[in-house]
């Protein structure tokens, strides 16, 4: 498990004993430190389009177009003879997440969904297994006789990218499938609400499983939104699996104004603080904020400026550390935000995947904070049962530097760990 903060030598968490066994690839519930994933297992196929590609085929512009087989072949056969495909990738909101998570932490995760159990050279099933991190746990994927989702990327000359999906199997992951004891175990359960969509196909009631097996072993769940408009379909389903099974949303101030109808995010925030206990809200090139509860007596003050919107010096605590709102004595709303690391690059090729770079980073910081507390039960970091191991206002920070990686790369996944030292920081930075 690395660190996730300033990421110096130092911060790599000791190994006294040498490890009397060879090192597994599957994760071991009793033993390792991970989170698990439950997704719509998808490849991305990314293609170059125009706006005229988009209007011949009735496909909505930025949203994640759920539509039949046959419509996502004829497109697919199209791009192919235009020779407008340029790459396949490993897709999938949270598959991209655990496989993010599992390049910055150097560490295990496991991602639950299906698999085709006969895979031939260039199928979609082997693009999936060829893009994904081998820390990333694939044992317990289920075998299924089709082909997984296939998500057409199409991006325009604006950057803006356009999905095209065909379910294929996706949807046929079962809830008696779920490993209890990996998801009981686990330091986080992650999911998304576009599995929410898929009404009468069995990976609703593996979600509502996987979700009631985390709630009772108290295991945090955090949930990312996925696209504007599956939030304004799904309004009070998704707020209703918010406040009943939910512990932090993750989404972009779009998502987040569908949900609350709030565009401001901190306004949108504040409402949404009402139902969990804490949400991470991207907002482009507005750089992200951080908002959750702490206690009133374990608050801690920011020595960055203090920042003002439509909540007045909204960031005033953002150096305390995030709790659930029932374990503070008297819960203190705080907030923190950030704009893009060094301003965002000077040319962003891609956009896709940003969001789900940012999750995997909070993840990463609530996972070590899971670590630390094995390791160190009698640590001060954890007189109180915090959420994470940093303060808001680093995880912003870290967070943050995670996008910036994955805007300046073409592919939606990290390919690479962050570098141990930012070249753009001077060397008394890391003196200190
Ligand atoms: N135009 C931009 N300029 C600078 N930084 C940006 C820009 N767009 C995105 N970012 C950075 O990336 C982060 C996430 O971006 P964004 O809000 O677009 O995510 P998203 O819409 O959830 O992405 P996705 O759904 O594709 O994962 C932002 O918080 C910011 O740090
Ligand atoms: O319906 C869906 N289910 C699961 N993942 C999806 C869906 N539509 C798009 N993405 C995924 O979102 C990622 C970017 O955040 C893409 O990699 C894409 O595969």
Redesign the pocket.
């Known amino acids: 498990m690395k660190f996730p903060g300033h990421r110096k030598i130092k911060h790599y968490f000791p190994v006294s004993a040498p490890k009397p066994e060879l090192p597994r690839f599957e994760v071991d519930p009793r033993r390792d430190t991970y989170v698990v994933g439950l997704?719509?297992v998808?490849v991305?196929v990314v293609a170059k389009v125009d706006d005229t590609f988009l209007q011949q085929h009735g496909i909505g512009k930025g949203l994640?177009n759920?539509v039949e087989h046959d419509k996502a072949d004829r497109i697919y056969q199209q791009l192919l003879s235009l020779g407008a495909i340029s790459d396949h990738f490993a897709?999938?909101?949270i598959g991209?997440t655990v496989h993010n998570y599992s390049v910055l932490a150097d560490d295990k995760s496991v991602l639950l969904g299906v698999m085709s159990a006969n895979i031939t050279l260039g199928s979609p099933a082997y693009h999936y297994l060829c893009h994904t991190s081998s820390k990333v746990d694939l044992n317990h994927l289920q075998a299924v006789q089709g082909d997984v989702?296939r998500?057409i990327?199409l991006i325009t000359p604006d950057g803006e990218r356009t999905?095209v999906?065909d379910p294929g199997d996706m949807d046929q992951l079962t809830a008696a499938g779920i490993p209890a004891e990996l998801v009981t175990n686990a330091s986080a359960l992650v999911l998304?609400a576009?599995p929410l969509r898929a009404s009468g196909q069995p990976i609703i009631a593996a979600m509502q499983h996987s979700l009631q097996l985390a709630n009772k072993a108290e295991v945090p769940v955090v949930m990312s939104l996925?696209?504007r408009h599956l939030v304004e379909e799904l309004r009070s389903s998704i707020q209703q699996t918010a406040s009943q099974h939910v512990q932090i949303l993750a989404m972009n101030e779009q998502e987040a104004e569908a949900l609350t109808g709030q565009a401001d995010p901190l306004l949108a925030a504040e409402t949404i603080l009402e139902w969990v206990d804490m949400v991470l809200i991207t907002a482009g090139a507005d750089g992200l904020y951080l908002c959750g509860y702490t206690d009133e007596a374990l608050k801690r003050e920011t020595s960055h400026p203090i920042k003002s919107g439509s909540l007045a010096d909204f960031n005033r605590y953002e150096f305390s550390r995030p709790m659930l709102r029932r374990d503070c004595r008297q819960p203190l709303k705080v907030y923190s935000h950030i704009d893009p690391y060094l301003g965002g690059p000077e040319r962003i090729a891609n956009t896709?995947?940003a969001?789900?770079g940012a999750l995997a980073a909070l993840l990463h910081d609530m996972a070590a904070n899971h670590h630390h507390r094995q390791l160190q039960p009698m640590s001060s970091k954890h007189e109180q049962p915090y959420l994470a191991y940093s303060s808001f206002a680093q995880i912003c920070k870290y967070a943050n530097r995670v996008s910036y990686e994955i805007l300046v790369q073409f592919a939606?996944r990290l390919s690479k760990g962050l570098p141990e030292r930012e070249d753009s920081l001077e060397e008394a930075y890391w003196e200190r």
């Open positions: 997704d719509q998808i991305d994640s759920l897709g999938g909101t991209n989702g998500g990327t999905f999906i998304s576009y996925g696209t896709n995947g969001g789900d939606s």
